[in-house]
């Protein structure tokens, strides 16, 4: 544990902390993506009962959908689907392989913390990447007070 106690991760900490930055962005893409797809489909009679959450079985099968000879309508609602689950399962595979990358820098960098129970890589690079940051705002606080800079001036008020 004394590696994690090191808050100089030099290039391993910035690989560490753009990797975590670009997994949030992918993760809210990839929702957004699902949501957009769900609701498409459940405003559209494309075929696919959408009363739950879409599986990732049903979000292949769209993915995999051909065009057909149906309304315009119809047609430009099935195509953006097709759009928006191909756009899922490709941010499923850069998920993948921003996970992989997480796992050779924590192993690396700090192999025991994925040792311990319930910490993956995902979880052990957000460890690593708050530890090394400066102090939090919270414990500055607690030290000298509350931050003026964030209070309303006093002749304002009144």
Same mark, same amino acid.
């Given at each position: 544990? &004394? ?7 030099? *290039?391993? *900490?910035?690989?560490?902390? =753009? ?30 009962? &959408? ?9 292949? *099968? ?8 149906? +309304?315009?309508?119809? +047609? ?5 689907? %097709?759009?928006?689950?191909?756009? %899922? ?16 820098? %924590?192993?690396?960098?700090? @192999?025991?913390?994925?040792?311990? @129970?319930? =910490?993956?890589? =995902?979880?052990?690079? %957000? ?18 007070? @509350?931050?003026?800079?964030?209070? @309303?001036?006093?002749? =304002?008020?009144?």
């Amino acid at each position: 544990m &004394a590696r994690l106690r090191d808050r100089r991760g030099g *290039q391993d *900490q910035v690989a560490l902390q =753009v990797l975590t930055t670009a997994r949030e962005q992918l993760d809210a893409e990839r929702l957004r993506a699902i949501n957009a797809l769900t609701a498409l489909v459940r405003t559209h009679d494309l075929g696919i009962d &959408a009363r739950r959450a879409l599986t990732r079985t049903q979000i292949r *099968q769209i993915a995999n959908w051909r065009r057909r000879a149906e +309304a315009i309508g119809l +047609a430009t609602a099935r195509a953006e689907a %097709v759009r928006l689950a191909g756009r %899922v399962a490709e941010l499923d595979i850069e998920l993948k392989g921003n996970r992989a990358q997480l796992t050779a820098l %924590v192993t690396t960098r700090a @192999p025991e913390l994925l040792a311990m @129970p319930g =910490v993956g890589a =995902v979880t052990a690079a %957000v460890v690593l990447c708050d530890w090394s940051g400066p102090p939090r705002a919270g414990a500055q606080r607690s030290r000298h007070g @509350p931050d003026r800079r964030h209070l @309303p001036d006093s002749s =304002v008020l009144g």
